[in-house]
């Protein structure tokens, strides 16, 4: 049974810095697919970054060359390291998974989710 725990939302200042933590466990195979997405208002979710298990990156293109994906194994962690925020990055964070190679790029490819993380740029 895969669990996600998010941490490290918060309120920040435009042009501020967060990282986003993202701990799992229960992975049965060794091939997955793990990313983030937000959702600021209303039931769609947006991708935001995935990272497949070789390591593998990609990027919506409003958060291209301002945020970074990445994953320590050892820690089973996943993070996002946010910087240049901007008020249009609020929103709730979650952090998903799927045993896939290839990452999807939306939010009903995962089946796994966390329970979100807020985070306000004012």
């Known amino acids: 049974h895969v669990q996600l725990v998010e941490s490290g939302g918060g309120s920040v200042q435009a042009g501020g810095s967060l990282r986003l933590s993202c701990v799992y466990s229960?992975?049965?195979?060794?091939?997955?697919?793990m990313a983030w997405f937000r959702q600021a208002s209303g039931p769609e979710r947006e991708g935001v970054a995935a990272i497949d298990s070789d390591g593998i990156t990609d990027y919506a293109d409003s958060v291209k060359g301002r945020f970074t994906i990445s994953k320590d194994n050892t820690k089973n962690t996943l993070y996002l390291q946010m910087n240049s925020l901007k008020p249009e990055d609020t929103a709730m964070y979650f952090c998903?998974?799927?045993?896939?190679?290839?990452?999807?790029?939306?939010?009903?490819?995962?089946?796994?989710w966390g329970q979100g993380t807020q985070v306000t740029v004012s």
């Open positions: 998903a998974a799927a045993y896939i190679n290839s990452c999807p790029s939306t939010s009903d490819g995962y089946p796994f």
């Open positions: 229960g992975y049965t195979y060794s091939n997955y697919c």
